[in-house]
């Protein structure tokens, strides 16, 4: 698990975590940053993700194809990055997520904008352990620093 979120890192995905190094990788959320560019479709070779965050950066472009491949994927959270404009009448989200056989919960647009959302959720609870339901650590169980 790689949890790097409210970090105020800055520049692209760190093409690093892309490259096929990490294999085994889970969970990955790096939510909540200045996070610039498009998401790489390198993002598919991590084929082991169950949980994908990279909700409340400033991305950009249009989603990758090859989030597809990512069939082991249960979360996706995408919502507050000014990505290509997603309606449901564009063509901004790759058909290929439909091949998502294990997705339970996944936000594409930001409720707080005037958009419709793209949001869907099983209605699970987060887990608990101090973690909201994207898995993220309560303010109250941040290490202070």
Known sequence: EIDLSDNQITGGLPL?????????????????????????P???????LETLALDNNKLTGELPASLGDLTNLRQLFLDGNPLVRLTLASTGIPPSLGRLPNLKEFDLISRKSNDASCSSTNNSSGG????????RRDADDRPQV
Not at 21 to 37: C, F, K
Not at 128 to 135: H, L, V
């Open 128 to 135: 608990g352990g101090g973690r909201d339901r994207r898995g």
């Open 42 to 48: 390198a993002i598919g070779s991590l084929t082991s």
């Open 16 to 40: 690093s975590l892309l490259d096929g190094a990490l294999p085994e990788l889970r969970v990955l959320r790096l939510s909540h940053n200045l996070l610039t560019g498009s998401i790489s």
